[in-house]
């Protein structure tokens, strides 16, 4: 029997690759009606144009073809050995680099996987280098033509030899890491979506509940959807103001079932800002929440918590994820509350348990049309954070430039919260992020969301070394830990280099050190010399203040806190030219000032500074 029969009577070459698609199909339709994700993404379309203007379905290719549609679902159903088997979502993503690899073959003339030898995986990865990828991309083609080679025993053919290692094909660009929110940026995005969850958000749903009964009032009246339409707009405006952001309550005037939609929109865009910043769930995790996922636990401490249900789908076999539990503060709680109201509606309708339901434009505040209704997708709620939430709660810009802001910013700014040993860059939220943080070390918090402890981890260290850096080669350090410190250190006053770095590589791996970092210094953690009274692993973060870090054995200040210091003196300087200041206050203004006063002097001096700071 050849290869090609024995593979096509294996079940790793299914009659069908999901309910709706069969193998041999030119367009494979994994799943559909995942939450979050468009059905698009699950969707392999074989029958792509090739560069000569033919398809790829066309029988002149059915050798590249058959051994392409082979080896994509072998990843998912008999994966290599050692490895976990792709995900239906990740499969589409593999698809798609080997599309390239096919159009880039087939230029230069290719008729077959087994041409695909070493010289040529070298000029694939060239004209690859020519178009300016980065490392990470480049280690996906390198990974996917690895993977052809690994499972050639189980394909109609294969490439001959496995491809070099990915070094020796090229030098890669650095790609640019899903970045974090600037504290800038997320400090009043937060405080914003914090806002509208609460009174507003009672407020809009009422309103919203009252409209429809008027509209469905006026159908039953006999009135045309016209009429239905206008009884229910001037309802509208004669609602009440409601706050959209912080003291600034807002009619609704113009066409007012269109600023309900978009008050409405707004809400789900609050609720999922909440949900991602203070949980760190991914975006297709937080789509796929249904309702009752709220589940409250003891833990050791004695404290009641609260936990999300759901599930885990990157790197899951199907659609459905791993179940996980994620601990969650109190807004989160009410996120999920307001949630369950605002889709009630369309659940009604639609069936099921999701709670980002929502009907197509103009449809999401009254139920006036039999437009469809589906589940928020993840590029939808991106535009959305830009070009609605952002305009509406007026965010600042970040070096003088609009942030633009992502599903995954929630993720990677609560790992970088929790990874920090001080966490006073988002003090604001810190009564949020610290209970999460006590909770998930808490031996009750179960979970298997290893990511973010892993993020938070890196964070951890990378906040260290960075402090570390600073503080080795500063020419002038401030603080009581920063006099001994500068006295001791080798590299005083010299660029960054080698040295150093193997220096603190050497010195995390011997001591698994952190660093307090926070925004106005450094702490050399010791709890026996703790002005905060912090525990046996960090300092604490509630009675961590700058007054309380000046008076401190363990802390440092360099150059880059001096615009901190700076501002407080001004500010203070401020309050003491006041002449209606009560003495109490200016009496703390004194002491602050002088504070500040001292710090900078040590900063402008390395001698004759005075050593009280």
Known sequence: MSTASQIAASPAQPGRVSVESAYADDQWQLTRGVPGVRDRAFRIDWSFTMPDGSRFSDERWHRLLGAAKQLIWSLHADPPPGRKAVALHTLTVYANYLRVIVLWMATNRFESWAQLDRPAIK????????????????????????????????????????????????NWRDGERKPHTPDVIAVPLIAAALHLIGHPADAIIAMREDAQAVYDTAARDGLTRHGQIYRASAYLRSCLPVEMRLGRPEMLAGRPID???????????????????LVGARASEIFALETDCIKWHDGEDGQQYAYLQGAIRKGAPGP??????????????????????????????????????????????LRSSDLRIHTMSIPAVIKRLNSGFALLVDLPTHRGERWHLTTHQGR????????????????????HFGHVTRAMTDRGYVGTDFELVELADDQAIADTRAALEDLLVAPRLAGKAGRMLAERSP?????????????????????????????????????????????????????RTQSTCVTCANFVVTEKHRPIWAGRLSRNLALLDRSDLDPESRALATTRAGECQRLLAMLDSTEGADEQS
């Open 259 to 277: 600023g309900l939609n978009d008050r409405i929109l707004r809400l789900y865009d609050a609720c999922f800002i909440v949900i991602a910043y």
């Open 491 to 543: 590299f005083r006053g010299r660029t960054q280099g080698g040295d150093i770095d193997a220096y603190i590589t050497q010195l995390l791996a011997e001591t698994d050190m952190r660093l307090g970092v926070c925004d106005w210094g450094y702490c050399l953690y010791r709890r026996e010399t703790s002005a905060c009274l912090g525990s046996d692993r960090e300092p604490n973060p509630v009675l």
């Open 412 to 431: 990677r700014t609560f790992a970088q919260f929790v990874g920090r040993r001080d966490r006073t860059g988002l003090a604001a939220l810190s009564k």
């Open 123 to 170: 000029d694939l990865f060239a004209h690859f280098g020519q178009r300016g990828l980065s490392y990470s991309t480049a280690r996906n083609y390198h990974w996917i033509i690895k993977a052809f080679y690994e499972q050639r025993g189980k394909l109609a053919e294969a490439p001959p030899e496995p491809p070099p290692m990915l070094t020796r094909l090229g």
């Open 320 to 365: 459905e994820g791993l179940p996980h539990r994620w601990i969650v503060p109190d807004p989160v709680v009410r996120a999920i509350a307001v949630l369950e109201r605002l889709s009630a509606p369309w659940r009604t309708i639609h069936g099921g348990r999701q709670l980002w339901l929502v009907q197509e434009k103009p449809g999401t505040a």
